[in-house]
């Protein structure tokens, strides 16, 4: 079991920047591929961007390439989100998910792949 807990969302106005967190407990987060997926109320979730165990490998949606940035500390036992140039429309709850592999560079986008979720993190942009 991994615990998954994310911070870092709050209100900005358009053009800004956010940089969100999520720092696991229980395990050590270097045995699991990464991954944010945002929601919209009464929408699906929507991948946003993924990592490799050891962090060689990300991927992104369209909507957010060139403008966010995941990253992670396994350290730290976290992974980031520095998300810039920021719309109204990345507007969402943002959640991270862990997903247990062997793989030290796989990458997984679709959220039936990941087993462990945190509570999410609102991110509200203002035009």
């Known amino acids: 079991q991994v615990q998954l807990v994310e911070s870092g969302g709050g209100l900005v106005q358009a053009g800004g920047s956010l940089r969100l967190s999520c720092a696991a407990s229980?395990?050590?987060?270097?045995?699991?591929?990464m991954a944010w997926f945002r929601q919209l109320p009464g929408l699906e979730r929507e991948f946003v961007g993924a990592?490799?165990?050891?962090?060689?490998?990300?991927s992104y949606s369209d909507s957010v390439k060139g403008r966010f940035t995941i990253s992670r500390d396994n350290a730290k036992n976290t992974v980031y989100l520095q998300m810039n140039s920021l719309k109204p429309e990345d507007t969402a709850v943002y959640y991270c998910?862990?997903?247990?592999?062997?793989?030290?560079?796989?990458?997984?986008?679709?959220?039936?792949?990941?087993?462990?979720w945190g509570q999410g993190t609102q991110v509200t942009v203002s035009s």
């Open positions: 998910a862990a997903k247990a592999t062997g793989s030290f560079w796989g990458l997984y986008s679709r959220s039936n792949d990941y087993a462990y």
């Open positions: 229980g395990r050590t987060l270097s045995t699991f591929a």
């Open positions: 990592i490799s165990r050891d962090g060689g490998s990300v």
